[in-house]
């Protein structure tokens, strides 16, 4: 074998393995995406990209419901495609993702200097309606398909709202302390930013803002 034949199977080999090194990984081994919460309907990842952070490529597969938490400028980079720079998303913006239909495989860069923040709630199965779809006391809708109803929530101090049947999840934009009623009883509890409250049940529960300040949710009722 000649010197050139050597040196070109070797270039080979190098150019396969950096290849393979940047294969597309699951979305639960991407470090960032850390996955807070799992059952048979949901999957919810809490995402957080330091300034200067480069995310692995990984894979998205399901539907999600995307609530931004904290902005920053990104540089989103679609698997074998030129990066795109992307301004920073206003905090409390919500959006949904067919990727169950559309799959995709990307990366994400922070080039700011603030914490890039956002939440996936990965839609797996549905709960069949029970109630209308339509909006609680103060709440605005921000999606309505096949496979979700979302709403944005906010109550200044001692307002209410309902949150419907038959399940849903409730994630925190501000953070604060809340008072879910319902049939079974009351709780009590503090939601910080990108908090959550997984729910099911076959009756409507009511939520007050039991704080001092202002408080921003988005609620997602899974169809």
């Not at 301004?87 to 409390?92: D, L, M, N, P, V």
């Not at 709780?187 to 039991?210: D, I, Y």
Request: hydrophobic share 40%.
């Amino acid at each position: 074998m000649t010197v050139h034949r050597l040196i070109a199977l070797l270039l080979a080999s190098l150019s396969a393995t950096a290849f393979a090194q940047t294969e597309p990984v699951d979305i639960t081994q991407e470090p960032r995406h850390r996955l807070k919460f799992e059952n048979e309907h949901v999957r919810f990842f809490d995402v957080q990209i330091e300034p200067g952070y480069e995310a692995l490529n990984h894979w998205h597969r399901n539907d999600g419901v995307f609530v931004n938490i904290s902005a920053a400028p990104t540089i989103a980079q679609d698997w074998n495609q030129e990066p795109v720079r992307r301004g920073a998303r206003a905090i409390g913006e919500t959006y949904f993702l067919d990727y169950a239909a559309k799959p995709k495989a990307h990366r994400v860069t922070n080039p700011g200097t603030t914490e890039y923040r956002v939440t996936d709630t990965e839609i797996l199965s549905g709960c069949g309606t029970s109630a209308a779809a339509v909006e609680g006391p103060n709440q605005t809708l921000l999606v309505d398909n096949e496979r979700v109803f979302v709403t944005r929530i906010i109550l200044h101090p001692g307002e209410a709202s309902e949150l419907r049947a038959p399940c849903g999840m409730l994630i925190s934009v501000s953070g604060g302390n809340i008072t879910v009623e319902g049939p079974q009883g009351s709780e009590s509890f503090a939601m910080q930013p990108a908090g959550f409250k997984w729910r099911k049940a076959k009756e409507t529960v009511r939520l007050t803002n039991a704080g001092k300040t202002v408080f921003h949710a988005v609620d997602i009722r899974l169809k």
